[in-house]
């Protein structure tokens, strides 16, 4: 009986720390036309909720993003440019809570996914610690 109370405590904390259904809200510029996105802490006017569904994509939005894009040397009568993108995201499954490089024809991109509010802003992304430490205490009940 007391495993049953230990296990329905645990189920409680991970609902309480959790925000389904609840638009997340991200940091949403580009530096290519407010230079405040290459902030380390970006303004908190720059910090808006997501819309809930990608109405193109047909999905919801469940991460922020932030994106460091560089294109060295001229593509399309386009001079080299680098930028910072900040926005909403969704799918990287593989990716939530990491960074992955991607490279093509004249450029480069590092893209950082994360999955709790306002974690796209400075250098590194953090998980939620309310997440954290949720699951640390539901992990000391059993």
Do not use: W
């Not at 510029?29 to 720059?46: G, M």
């Not at 910090?47 to 809930?52: A, E, G, N, R």
């Amino acid at each position: 009986m007391a495993h049953a109370g230990k296990f329905f405590v645990g189920i409680v904390i991970v609902l309480i720390f959790s925000e389904k259904g609840k638009a997340i809200k991200c940091y949403q510029c580009n530096s290519h036309n407010d230079t405040r996105c290459e902030y380390e802490k970006v303004p908190e006017d720059l910090l808006k909720d997501c819309p809930i569904r990608n109405t193109v994509a047909n999905k919801d939005y469940i991460l922020c993003r932030k994106i460091k894009q560089s294109i060295d040397f001229e593509v399309n009568g386009l001079p080299p440019d680098s930028r910072i993108i900040r926005s909403c995201g969704f799918i990287e499954a593989n990716y939530k809570n990491k960074c992955y490089h991607k490279s093509g024809y004249g450029g480069r991109q590092e893209v950082c996914a994360c999955d709790s509010d306002a974690c796209n802003n400075g250098n590194a992304l953090f998980a939620s610690i309310f997440t954290v430490v949720a699951a640390i205490f539901s992990t000391k009940l059993f």
